[in-house]
Nanobody, 124 residues
Framework: QGQLVESGGGLVQAGGSLRLSCVVSGRTFVNYAMGWFRQAPGMEREFVAGISRSGNLKTYADSVRGRFTISRDNAKNTVYLQMNSLKPEDTAVYYC?????????????????WGQGTLVTVSS
């Protein structure tokens, strides 16, 4: 199944920025679409952003479109999430995951083998 290791979270004031990273090991990275997800306390895990295997297709949840940018570096087996104009409602544990198909990466319930995530806290 491989391993997913997220990093880059932290405490930031509203309006600030963070860049999350997810390093993938144990699988052929270029064969997988990648996605970012988040789970706030007491809430279900939700889709945030997805990127196709080549990086030419990207999709975002309505709540983050225009503020967050997903990207990938296939040479480094890494996917990134640049988060700008952060809001208190962005506070959550952020996870990445992988799937061979781009449509499925947008469905967190269809994925398994989650990593530990990285906590993002946005203060008002």
């Amino acid at each position: 199944q491989g391993q997913l290791v997220e990093s880059g979270g932290g405490l930031v004031q509203a309006g600030g920025s963070l860049r999350l990273s997810c390093v993938v090991s144990g699988r052929t990275f270029v064969n997988y679409a990648m996605g970012w997800f988040r789970q706030a306390p007491g809430m279900e895990r939700e889709f945030v952003a997805g990127i196709s295997r080549s990086g030419n297709l990207k999709t975002y949840a309505d709540s983050v479109r225009g503020r967050f940018t997903i990207s990938r570096d296939n040479a480094k087996n890494t996917v990134y999430l640049q988060m700008n104009s952060l809001k208190p409602e962005d506070t959550a544990v952020y996870y990445c995951n992988a799937d061979p198909t781009y449509p499925t990466i947008q469905i967190p319930g269809a994925l398994d083998s989650w990593g530990q995530g990285t906590l993002v806290t946005v203060s008002s």
